[in-house]
């Protein structure tokens, strides 16, 4: 009889997963992201100019773009350094090689509307003669004119 009773009083096994801990590492990583998501999308602010064109509604990833801000410096979307000014060479050497592995690819200039027009030729220039059968340049579309 008090064998029968033991058993009565024994606790039943808990078959539950305690996430408390899962939620924790969660809200870490979402945190990490957070901060770390603007960081990784900075790139050389300059102002487009204003014209309407036909041609690519939108750079793709598969384009390379070449910028030139506001003091004509000349920046790549290719290699290690993309927020870094490239020289003529550098530039040269990106676009070749970009080039040489997908000979298809766009090569697309955006430039300040600020700039002297000969930095941008020069950067077309540059593209072309590394090979780019043909260098578009990107624009925004402009504001409607009011009546």
Do not use: C
């Amino acid at each position: 009889m008090v064998k029968h009773m033991r058993s009565r009083n024994r606790r039943r096994l808990m078959a539950e997963i305690n996430v408390v801990p899962y939620i924790d590492v969660m809200l870490v990583l979402l945190v990490i992201f957070m901060v770390t998501a603007p960081l990784i999308t900075t790139g050389v602010k300059v102002n487009l100019p204003q014209e309407k064109a036909g041609g690519i509604a939108s750079p793709t990833t598969e384009s390379v773009v070449i910028t030139v801000d506001q003091f004509g410096d000349y920046y790549i979307d290719v290699g290690k350094e993309k927020n870094q000014p490239a020289s003529d060479q550098i530039l040269f050497e990106r676009v070749r090689t970009v080039l040489e592995y997908r000979p298809e690819t766009p090569i697309l200039v955006r430039a300040d509307n600020r700039v002297d027009y000969g930095r941008v030729v020069r950067a077309m220039v540059i593209a072309q003669t590394a090979g780019a059968p043909e260098v578009g340049l990107i624009t925004v579309p402009p504001e409607p004119l009011e009546r």
